[in-house]
């Protein structure tokens, strides 16, 4: 079991441990594929950790953008989080109910915006059920709380700036993807994308990282996964997916293994793989 960071990953002991801390705010960040035929806030209603709010990741989100989910401008995270009742001060432990999936996602977007005191639940729902322990149906009492949001951006990258990486080499690409989607070798689950990556890019697939019971694996064993994929730890990283949610699980993975230099590139394929004038690669 990963050694508990309140800024990286806590343990499901952890968490436990802390459930009536004043300061603590629990995120349910639960999100599925279009195609997964599962309703997230539903399930939500159903059951969660006690005391959880449910982060909306396709809501909370810049809507502007024909992308999905891309990061919402400032001010519409700060008035979320404030009706949430998540604000400076506070803990908060995000978690989903696939394991380890979409809250990374949730933890970057807080990083994103300058937050520190963040982390995700380690193995998520699925290891909370699975040892038995509380869950509710209410959903909590929420009171307003300010929050100080600076955005660091030099964690995000455009498709500009990602094309650039590409032809220099400066930055590192590396893609969360199955290896059959990179290679190519299969159609893309979202209509109307080129199947391939990203040139010169390096695939490591976000379930490698994980234990049969969707925990993180050690930090020793994910050093060697990514130098096995070609990453060189000391030059900074560039991590993408489908659509910028299981790159977050990647970024997670470098935070924990104190890897400081890497960014998300938010549009991920459905950006790269909607433009012909992109370059691709396959195999």
């Not at 004043?22 to 969660?48: C, F, T, V």
């Not at 991920?268 to 396959?282: A, F, Q, V």
């Amino acid at each position: 079991m990963a050694s508990d960071d309140p800024r990286t990953l806590v343990s499901t002991d952890w968490l436990a441990a802390h459930l009536n801390d004043p300061d603590l705010r629990i995120l349910d960040a639960s999100w599925h594929m279009p195609d997964a035929g599962r309703d997230a806030l539903a399930e939500y209603n159903d059951g969660h950790i006690p005391g959880a709010r449910f982060f909306d990741i396709d809501e909370i989100s810049d809507q502007r953008s024909a992308l999905p989910h891309m990061a919402p401008p400032v001010e519409k995270f700060i008035s979320r989080m404030r009706a949430m009742g998540v604000g400076d001060g506070h803990q908060v432990v995000v978690y989903d109910s696939s394991g380890l999936f979409s809250a990374p996602r949730v933890w970057w977007l807080f990083k994103l915006m300058g937050k520190q005191d963040v982390a995700v639940l380690d193995g998520g729902l699925p290891k909370w059920k699975a040892e038995g322990r509380m869950l509710e149906d209410l959903p909590p009492m929420v009171r307003d709380r300010h929050i100080t949001v600076q955005r660091q951006a030099h964690m995000v990258k455009d498709v500009s700036q990602v094309a650039s990486a590409s032809k220099l080499g400066d930055w590192q690409i590396l893609d969360a993807r199955a290896g059959e989607r990179f290679r190519g070798e299969v159609d893309e689950p979202r209509a109307g994308l080129r199947a391939g990556h990203i040139p010169g890019s390096k695939n490591l697939c976000f379930r490698d990282l994980l234990n049969d019971d969707q925990t993180m694996k050690d930090t020793d064993t994910l050093r060697e996964l990514f130098a096995n994929a070609g990453v060189d730890l000391d030059r900074p990283v560039i991590t993408t997916c489908g659509s910028g949610v299981t790159a977050c699980v990647l970024s997670l993975a470098l935070e924990r293994i104190g890897h400081r230099k890497h960014a998300v590139y938010d549009g991920s394929w459905t950006e790269w793989g909607m433009y012909p004038d992109l370059r691709i690669e396959k195999g």
